[in-house]
C-alpha cells in the first residue's frame, strides 16, 4: 500500500489529510523529520548502456558531485555511503517468460539472455576490498572508511563510464534495477538499516519485459523489429498509439501481455525498506512532451517505419543527440508522492538534475531547512520570523503527540528556527529547524513541524 503513514497519524490529531494544500487551523505541514537521524544511505544508480548514451553517461559523471555536495549538507555531515552502478541492459529475459533468441548485433545494441541480470558494475581496480559498490561510512567523529583510493567523484566517474555503450536497446531499466536487489553477486550493498535512492539516468522510456515474445521477428501483430513496440505496448494514449499524429494523457499500460506493469515495480521498492518514507527515486529522462508517433526511415535506410518522435535534442560539442518521452518513467517516481524528481535529460549540463536529485534525498533522510518565501512573517523583525509547532509523534502511537517547545522557554526538550548557511545556501534566510531533545525518543518517532503559510 502506498499512503503515506504519517498521514493518518496527523488526520487522526486534525481530522485533516497530511496534504500540504490542506490548512489544519492556521497552519499547514511544512516538515517531516526522522526524531533519530538515519545517515546510511543505499544509493543506486541504473544507467542505460545503450549505443545512443556516451555524452549522456559523462554529463551524469561531471554532475555527480552537485549531488554529493547537497548532500554532505546533512547534518553530520555525508551521510554514510554504498553507491552501486547497474545497467538497463536485461538482455532478452522477461518477467513472466524463458528468455527469447538473441537479437541484433551483441555489443553494438543486441541483446542476448539475461544481459547484465542486474549485476552492480565496477570498473577493474576501483575497490580495494574487490566489492562491486563504492563503501564511505564515518566509522568514528571524523574519520571515514573508503574501499577505494582518491576522490569519490572519479571513482564514481570510472564505475558510470566503465558500463559503456554496447547494451541492448530494448532497456528494461525497472527491471535491471528490481534485479540488483537479488543478484547474490551484490551482497552487502543492500543494508537493512539504510534509506535507499534510485537514480536512473536514460534517453529512452522504460521497456521492462514480461513476455519475451515482443522481441520475436517482424509480424502483422508486432510490427518492425524496432524498440517502438515498447510504447506501441507499453502505453496508452487517448489516440491510437499505433497511428502517426500526436498523443494526449499518455499513460503506462498497466494490464499489457509484453511489458510489465509498473506498479509492482513501486511496490518492490517500498518492501525491502517496510516503510516508503525510508525511499526516495530521482529519473533523468526526456521530457514526457511532445509525444508524438511519426513515420520515419529505419537505421540503414528502407521504407518508413512507425516511430516515437523524439522529444528533445541535445546539443553536445561531439554534436547531436536526442531523447524520447519517459511516460512510464515517469509513471514511476508518481508512485513516491514527495520523494521523487523527475528531471529531464535534454541538456548537456546535468548540474541541475543532480542537484534537485541529491535535495529529494536530503530531504528524505531530515532535511530541516525552511523555505521562508512560503512563510508567513509575523514580526516586524528583519528577515521572516515564521509561526510554527513541532510535534513528535511514533508510529505505534499514531493518535498521540509530543509538542516541543521553543528552546527560549527553558523547556528541555525543545526547537529553535536559526539561520544556518552551512546546512541551508539554497534558501534566502538560511532558515531551518534546530531540535535540541535531553528524553529519548523511540526509533519510530516522526517529528512534524508546522507553519504558517504566506497568503
Not at 497530511?18 to 538515519?38: F, K, W
Not at 546510511?40 to 544508480?45: A, C, E, I, S, V
Not at 525552511?370 to 499514531?398: F, H, K, T, Y
Not at 539554497?426 to 529547524?433: E, F, G, I, K, P
Request: aromatic share 4%; proline share 6%.
Amino acid at each position: 500500500m502506498r499512503t503515506l503513514l504519517f498521514s493518518v497519524a496527523l488526520a487522526s490529531l486534525a481530522g485533516a489529510c497530511n496534504d500540504p494544500g490542506v490548512v489544519i487551523g492556521e497552519l499547514h505541514d511544512t516538515l517531516v523529520l526522522p526524531a533519530i537521524q538515519n545517515r546510511n544511505l543505499d544509493l543506486l544508480f541504473v544507467i542505460d548502456d545503450s549505443p545512443s548514451m556516451a555524452d549522456k553517461q559523462a554529463a551524469l559523471a561531471a554532475a555527480f558531485p552537485q549531488m554529493i555536495d547537497v548532500l554532505s549538507q546533512l547534518d553530520g555531515g555525508l551521510p554514510n555511503l554504498h553507491i552501486g552502478v547497474v545497467t538497463s541492459d536485461m538482455g532478452t529475459s522477461a518477467s513472466a517468460s524463458s528468455p527469447g533468441p538473441a537479437i541484433g548485433s551483441i555489443g553494438q545494441g543486441g541483446c542476448i539472455g539475461t544481459g547484465q541480470a542486474g549485476a552492480l558494475h565496477v570498473a577493474e581496480g576501483i575497490t580495494t576490498d574487490g566489492a562491486l559498490f563504492l563503501v564511505d561510512v564515518e566509522v568514528s567523529p571524523g574519520v571515514r572508511e573508503q574501499n577505494y583510493t582518491g576522490a569519490l567523484r572519479d571513482a564514481f566517474t570510472a564505475n558510470a563510464r566503465d558500463v559503456g555503450v554496447g547494451g541492448c536497446g530494448f532497456e528494461q531499466h525497472l527491471s535491471g534495477m528490481s534485479h540488483a536487489f537479488d543478484n547474490p553477486a551484490n551482497a552487502g550493498f543492500l543494508r537493512a538499516d539504510a534509506n535507499l535512492a534510485v537514480v536512473i539516468l536514460a534517453d529512452e522510456d522504460d521497456c521492462s519485459l514480461r513476455d519475451a515474445a515482443l522481441l520475436g521477428p517482424e509480424t502483422a501483430t508486432l510490427g518492425p523489429q524496432q524498440s517502438f513496440r515498447c510504447f506501441r505496448f507499453g502505453v496508452t494514449c487517448d489516440e491510437d498509439s499505433n497511428t502517426p499524429g500526436d498523443k494526449s494523457h499518455c499513460v503506462s499500460n498497466e494490464s499489457s501481455d509484453y511489458i510489465d506493469a509498473v506498479g509492482p515495480y513501486i511496490d518492490r521498492l517500498i518492501a525491502l525498506k517496510g516503510d516508503e518514507r525510508r525511499v526516495m527515486v530521482g529519473v533523468i529522462a526526456g521530457n514526457t512532451a511532445p509525444t508524438t508517433v511519426e513515420l520515419r526511415s529505419p537505421p540503414g535506410g528502407g521504407s518508413s517505419q512507425t516511430a516515437l518522435a523524439h522529444s528533445c535534442t541535445i546539443d553536445y560539442p561531439s554534436g547531436p543527440a536526442v531523447a524520447d518521452p519517459a511516460v512510464r518513467l515517469k509513471a514511476f517516481i508518481e508512485g513516491f508522492p514527495g520523494r521523487a524528481t523527475f528531471t529531464s535529460v535534454c541538456s548537456p549540463d546535468l548540474s541541475a538534475p543532480l542537484h534537485e536529485i541529491g535535495a529529494s534525498a536530503k530531504g528524505m533522510m531530515g532535511d530541516p531547512c525552511l523555505d521562508s518565501s512560503r512563510l508567513a512573517d509575523v514580526s516586524p523583525m528583519p528577515g521572516v520570523q515564521p509561526s510554527c509547532e513541532v510535534l513528535d509523534i511514533a508510529d505505534s502511537a499514531p493518535t498521540s503527540s509530543t509538542s516541543l517547545a521553543e528552546c527560549s522557554s527553558g523547556a528541555p526538550d525543545c526547537y529553535e528556527i536559526v539561520a544556518d548557511a552551512t546546512a541551508c545556501p539554497s534558501t534566502a534566510d538560511h532558515l531551518r529547524v534546530r531540535l535540541n531533545r535531553v528524553s529519548a525518543v523511540t526509533s519510530d518517532t516522526w517529528t512534524y513541524v508546522r507553519c504558517k503559510r504566506a497568503e
